[in-house]
T-cell receptor
Framework: EDQVTQSPEALRLQEGESSSLNCSYTVSGLRGLFWYRQDPGKGPEFLFTLYSAGEEKEKERLKATLTKKESFLHITAPKPEDSATYLCAVQARGNTGKLIFGQGTTLQVKP | EADIYQTPRYLVIGTGKKITLECSQTMGHDKMYWYQQDPGMELHLIHYSYGVNSTEKGDLSSESTVSRIRTEHFPLTLESARPSHTSQYLC??????????????FGNGTRLTVT
């Protein structure tokens, strides 16, 4: 069964304290892995798509990496505005468009 | 900037009422989706559509129905609301599955409370 597990469930950081969020997945042929950011009261906002092991994507203080079993979202020198819930989702082959989501990691960055 | 709109943003309604949650997108996307999200839980797909006159049930059993008469519009209807339907409902769209890696664009959701 296709499954996505994110850890930790919650993470508190001081401003400037770098860390990583984990997304472990089991899927019958990975078509793509997606990272989203969700602010309270809003819908998820797309961040990255990763397609194959070894791939990396960067956007400002965020860098996403992918292996055959997991993805990491590295946050370098975070700021309070990076506080949000980060969602990971996978798309299996033959399952066009349908995403399987993890439960998310809620990040709080304190000034 | 989101080009997908959901109304209402909040809805409190009594048991047994019929409700329709509206979703419209201006991006011309063929694929549209409805997800259900409870606090601290993963998003679950309840309905999706490949295009006009196409609707499919998702992975999560739902008593709701959807229709797709126009490309831009994908409303979700509950014929008789129950307290178990209390949740956040998120609508999303993406480009055609031929470009299957296209990310989903989400609306800001409708938070439904059934009393």
């Amino acid at each position: 069964e296709d499954q996505v597990t994110q850890s930790p469930e919650a993470l508190r950081l001081q401003e400037g304290e770098s860390s990583s969020l984990n997304c472990s997945y089991t899927v019958s042929g990975l078509r793509g892995l997606f990272w989203y950011r969700q602010d309270p009261g809003k819908g998820p906002e797309f961040l990255f798509t990763l397609y194959s092991a070894g791939e990396e994507k960067e956007k400002e203080r965020l860098k996403a990496t992918l292996t055959k079993k997991e993805s990491f979202l590295h946050i370098t020198a975070p700021k309070p505005e990076d506080s949000a819930t980060y969602l990971c989702a996978v798309q299996a082959r033959g399952n066009t468009g349908k995403l399987i989501f993890g439960q998310g990691t809620t990040l709080q960055v304190k000034p | 900037e989101a080009d997908i709109y959901q109304t209402p943003r909040y809805l409190v309604i009594g048991t047994g009422k019929k409700i329709t949650l509206e979703c419209s997108q201006t991006m011309g996307h063929d694929k549209m989706y409805w997800y259900q999200q409870d606090p601290g839980m993963e998003l679950h797909l309840i309905h999706y559509s490949y295009g006009v006159n196409s609707t499919e049930k998702g992975d999560l059993s739902s008593e709701s129905t959807v229709s797709r008469i126009r490309t831009e519009h994908f409303p979700l209807t509950l014929e008789s609301a129950r307290p178990s339907h209390t949740s956040q409902y998120l609508c999303a769209s993406s480009e055609y599955p031929g470009q299957g890696h296209s990310p989903l664009h989400f609306g800001n959701g409708t938070r439904l409370t059934v009393t």
